[in-house]
């Protein structure tokens, strides 16, 4: 963002929420990418780095008690709806105490408590089981909005479609975060997508859709506020479609041959939490001290989460065959646990 | 003993429904085509949504993904919805929602969130609707952990085990086999209010002692006829019908063919990978060497479903199919 007071900009308290939360996304993506490299730990890991301001800025609109549905890539969310992070780490690295018990993993993180409710590893498949959550909260009468988060890819998918069409139908409390990173998987956005802006497609469905430059926590902060406040007060779905960049590519490891040197470099470059960083402290939001402590305080935390997951045990072994059903026994397990 | 209440298959389902839907308010249903005025394309849910009202029996687009997303997300926030997935071929286009989620987000998130509903679908050949319309795709929901399957052969069970499946915390494959829905062959006794028949307990429909029949869904019937064929030859059928295939009841299914020593399978799906390979497998491994031939399979063509009616029925299972299959056993 660029450098210069901002008359939209919310309330102080708001904007040091934000970037707590931006701080705490981008520490822990980077403490799992030291660990990775240096092989201390070993696991699938899809960096959320670059996108941070885009959960951070529904994240500070949604109670408690808001749904959250995210995807494989999903860091940033998880941490945005308030995933405690021992319990997080621990189910990262596959062990008994994480929140899955170690049984989902990273592309599986669910933590009803904080409202995080589904994290799925098919693309677009959180679209229709979105609509679900927001059926129920329209079926009870609650004012509960449920937040998805997908990437452009997921546009390209039936389940979009299909999902797009029934919340606008039945006007479920429902907002769809396109997290426009530019590429699906290996593919750049512009040889998979006939279109230029994902939210041209909300007016296929008889939806509200708009873009806003997801690395601007300020204008993202604004849209998403008006997209929840739709949702909550009974006015129905909207699509937002915040563009962004992933600075890691696809997953750890990936080489990245497909994303031009220089596109990275420019988007590393404009790193959106670092000059709202600067931005805060030079329009007089904050002081460089009180932001460094923040982050002081947020590293202490991540070295107790990955003492606590490095410390925890794996799984019992009879885990394998728990959760299955909920009548779970040897009637239910036949032809499984021999 | 008060008179029997004779009744067909599609209406038992139906009581099952409307019971379910005034006993708890957190059941409801969505799919195509269910409401009034046309209340399902074959009259299954007539007249539920006007007693229950339209947002708890919902119309829902053409979009079967769509349909099992809202009913997970429902779930899983504590309702208990009821999808009807027309035609059992179009779980094809829902499958992931199907075996990605409903049947693995209970142990994906270590038990913390559940997904308590059921799929209903029509299914099965003989109405010559093609290769797509009238497939038994059971074998799709077994081999996904997670999903349990209910394939009822009786009205008294389509009522007792919907209640069952809809009231379980569990996702329930019901499997509905559509020349059943109106055909008074199929009508009987199905008893008054909230009557629930467990899962996992097989019925024994014929008891017997020189081969054991098994099956579910309307192949029952079939076996019923060659058990009866068959005594006029001397040869004693036990005829058991599992009801529901996740979970099966192992139990009966092993004192029968223990005692008899001889079994054939009997299903509507092609036979390759059908559930009847599972129960034969089982029986060899629990019983090999007190067999006294190894277990028959009886099910449809290895073939998609053909639309011309001679072939149609060359495709079914047949009860000379089973007769063929008893001879063999008795070698």
């Known amino acids: 963002m660029d450098d210069v007071e901002r008359p939209d900009a919310p309330d102080r308290d708001t904007l040091l929420q934000m970037f707590e939360i931006q701080s705490r996304i981008k520490l822990c993506d980077e403490r799992f990418r030291t660990m990775l490299m240096s092989g201390q730990i070993q696991l699938i890991y899809y960096s959320p780095r670059g996108q941070e301001c885009i959960s951070a800025g529904w994240g500070v609109h949604l109670r408690q008690d808001d749904y959250v549905v995210t995807i494989y890539r999903g860091l940033h969310d998880h941490l945005a709806k308030g995933v405690p992070l021992r319990e997080l780490w621990a189910e990262f690295l596959g062990r008994a105490t994480g929140t899955c018990k170690g049984k989902g993993g990273p592309m599986h993180i669910t933590h009803p408590a904080s409202g995080l409710m589904v994290t799925t590893g098919i693309v677009g498949a959180g679209i229709p089981i979105a609509n679900g959550f927001g059926l129920a909260a329209q079926l009870n009468g609650t004012d509960q909005v449920t937040v998805v988060n997908f990437g452009d890819g997921a546009s390209n998918i039936g389940a979009f479609h299909e999902g797009m069409n029934l919340a606008a139908v039945w006007k479920l409390p429902v907002v769809f975060v396109c997290q426009n990173n530019l590429y699906g998987e290996h593919t750049p956005m512009s040889m998979s997508t006939g279109v230029d802006y994902i939210s041209e497609r909300a007016a296929a469905y008889g939806m509200p859709g708009v873009t806003v430059d997801g690395n601007d926590p300020v204008a993202t902060w604004r849209v998403m506020g008006d997209a929840v406040a739709r949702a909550r007060s009974g006015g129905g779905p909207t699509l937002v479609e915040a563009r962004t960049y992933r600075f890691w590519g696809h997953l750890m490891g990936d080489a990245m041959e497909y994303m031009p040197k220089d596109e990275r470099k420019a988007a590393m470059a404009a790193d959106p939490v670092v000059l709202y960083r600067a931005w805060l402290i030079n329009n007089g939001h904050a002081t460089e001290a009180q932001l460094a402590e923040m982050e002081e305080v947020l590293t202490a935390a991540i070295d107790d989460a990955v003492e606590f997951a490095m410390n925890s045990p794996q799984p019992d072994a009879s885990e394998l065959y728990t959760d299955v059903f909920g009548d779970n026994n040897d009637a239910m397990l036949q032809g499984v646990s021999r | ?331």
């Not at chain 2, 071929?89 to 199907?98: E, G, M, N, S, W």
């Not at chain 2, 797509?132 to 799709?140: G, K, N, R």
């Not at chain 2, 990978?273 to 290895?302: M, Y």
Request: net charge negative.
């Open chain 2, 1 to 331: 003993m008060s008179e029997p209440r004779i009744m067909l298959t599609a209406m038992a389902i139906n009581e099952a429904l409307d019971i379910a839907m005034t006993i708890d308010p957190k059941v409801f249903l969505l799919g195509e085509d269910i409401a009034e005025p046309s209340g399902g394309v074959y009259k299954v849910t007539n007249g539920l949504s006007t007693k229950h009202g339209l947002h708890r029996v919902r119309k829902t687009p053409i979009s079967e993904q769509a349909i099992i997303g809202a009913a997970i997300g429902a779930a899983i926030a504590g309702f208990r919805p009821v999808a009807e997935i027309m035609i059992m071929d179009f779980l094809a286009v829902c499958l992931d929602q199907v075996t990605n989620h409903a049947a693995k987000i209970r142990y994906m998130s270590g038990g913390q969130t559940t997904v308590p509903m059921v799929i209903r679908t029509s299914a099965g050949a003989g109405r010559g609707f093609g290769a797509q319309h009238s497939e038994l795709l059971e074998a799709f929901a077994v081999h996904s952990p997670g999903m349990k399957v209910a394939v009822p052969s009786t009205p008294a069970d389509a009522k007792g085990l919907l209640l069952t499946a809809i009231f379980d915390d569990d996702p329930v494959l019901f499997v509905e086999q559509m020349m059943m829905y109106w055909d008074k062959t199929y009508a009987g006794h199905v008893p008054e209010g909230d009557v629930r028949v467990p899962f996992g307990k097989a019925a024994t429909r014929r008891e017997g002692s020189d081969v054991t029949l098994i099956s579910y869904g309307r192949q029952m019937y079939d076996c019923l006829a060659a058990a009866d064929a068959l005594a006029v030859d001397g040869v004693s059928c036990e005829v058991i019908d599992l009801r529901t295939l996740v979970p099966w009841d192992e139990a009966a299914v092993m004192a029968s063919v223990g005692r008899t020593s001889r079994a054939v399978v009997v299903h509507e799906a092609v036979t390759r990978c059908g559930f009847g390979a599972e129960l034969s497998s089982r029986i060899h491994e629990e019983l090999f060497g007190q067999l006294s031939a190894p277990v028959q399979r009886v099910g449809g063509a290895n073939t998609p479903v053909p639309y011309a009616s001679n072939l149609e029925a060359d495709f079914l299972p047949q009860v000379s199919d089973i007769l063929l299959a008893v001879r063999r056993t008795q070698g």
